[in-house]
Structures are given as C-alpha cells and as structure tokens.
T-cell receptor, first 109, second 114 residues
Framework: GIQVEQSPPDLILQEGANSTLRCNFS?????LQWFHQNPWGQLINLFY???GTKQNGRLSATTVATERYSLLYISSSQTTDSGVYFC???????????FGPGTRLSVLP | DGGITQSPKYLFRKEGQNVTLSCEQN?????MYWYRQDPGQGLRLIYY???????QKGDIAEGYSVSREKKESFPLTVTSAQKNPTAFYLC?????????????FGNGTRLTVT
C-alpha cells in the first residue's frame, strides 16, 4: 500500500515563529487533507488540497502531486496551534484515506 | 448546525463485555468510517460504509462489528474478542467516495476496558 511520511516528528516553537511541516507519499494520490488534532483529541479539517495552493489566515498549504509531497505553513504561531498535525491521502488505486504518523507541534508562550 | 455526534465521550467497561459506540451524522453524507487511535499514534481504519446496508472491513477489523441500517447512523461494537480495546475511537463521514470528497470527524469516544 501507499506509504505516508511526515516531518519533523516533533517541533517546538516560540510564539510568533513560523514553521513548515512536510508530508511525503510514495505513490500517486487522488485526495489529500491536512488535519489538526488539538490537545482534547478533536480532529479539525485544515485543508482539502489534492493539488495546488490554498491559504486560510495564518495557515497555507501547497501540494505538488507530481513530486509526491505537500507542505503546511504556519506563520506567526500561537499557543493554540499546539497539537498534532496529520496528513492523510487517498491512493489512486485505494479506497480510503491513509494517515501519516503526524507532527507534534508545541508552541511556547 | 450539521455535524457528527459521537456518544458517550468517555466509556468504561469490564473485560469480557461487549460495548457499542454511537455515531450519528446530519450532514446527509453517504460514506461513514470508524478509526482507532492509540496514544501517540496515527489513525487506523476499522470499518467503513459507502452506502446503507453495506460496509467493508478496514485494516484492523478483528474484534469489531458494525451496522449501517440508516444513512445517518453507523454504530461500532467492540466485542470481547478484541484483545486490546482501550483506545480513542473516531467516527468520520464524507459526502461520497474518498476519491473526491473530504473527511469530517466527530469528537471521539475514549474507551477504557479494565
């Protein structure tokens, strides 16, 4: 099956810093989503982005499907950005989302 | 507001008992999913259903069962055959096939079996 890798596994930032999270996948995908899991376990949709670039406030994402990666940018980070960020993809020949292992982000005040 | 409701938020059971987790959605989505998350880990697919009265096993279906009698409901039963049932369980839905529609999640149920 398709392999999904995320880097870095852990990231610690000071409030106000910028960061880039990366998601690599091993084969062609039809679909890609970024999620934020807050400390209470709630999974929040950030971006539905099979290709191209999208922005939502301080967050933006870019997927380059032909090169099999996606990037999530967080600017001017806030303590509420803390949590785990997951990338999930649907393989061209698959039937369901496959999740990466996540990047755990801690933003310090 | 439309959404996915999982209940209860916390559930405690004795070993050897079956337990059923509820998942209801009012988004009019065709597809529904159950995921399991262990501490510090990613999400693994237990079962999914693309239409009413039909469901398929995911990657870790052993020890679990589901039903899809109504479009809006997809309950998960954790049976006594599941060897390590303590985990965080997340229900999700999508408008149609995951090929071209995003996943939406409920808030999860934390199950503890002792």
């Amino acid at each position: 099956g398709i392999q999904v890798e995320q880097s870095p596994p852990d990231l610690i930032l000071q409030e106000g810093a910028n960061s880039t999270l990366r998601c690599n996948f091993s084969d062609s995908v039809n679909n890609l989503q970024w999620f934020h899991q807050n400390p209470w376990g709630q999974l929040i949709n950030l971006f539905y982005i099979p290709s191209g670039t999208k922005q939502n406030g301080r967050l933006s994402a870019t997927t380059v499907a032909t090169e099999r990666y996606s990037l999530l940018y967080i600017s001017s980070s806030q303590t509420t950005d803390s949590g785990v960020y997951f990338c999930a993809v649907v393989h061209n020949y698959g039937q369901n989302f496959v999740f990466g292992p996540g990047t755990r982000l801690s933003v310090l005040p | 507001d439309g959404g996915i409701t999982q209940s209860p938020k916390y559930l405690f059971r004795k070993e050897g008992q079956n337990v059923t987790l509820s998942c209801e959605q009012n988004l009019n989505h065709d597809a529904m999913y159950w995921y399991r998350q262990d501490p510090g880990q990613g999400l693994r697919l237990i079962y999914y259903s693309q239409i009413v009265n039909d469901f398929q096993k995911g990657d870790i279906a052993e020890g679990y069962s589901v039903s899809r009698e109504k479009k809006e409901s997809f309950p998960l039963t954790v049976t006594s055959a599941q060897k390590n049932p303590t985990a965080f369980y997340l229900c999700a839905s999508s408008i149609s096939s995951p090929y071209n529609s995003p996943l939406h999640f409920g808030n999860g149920t934390r199950l503890t079996v002792t």
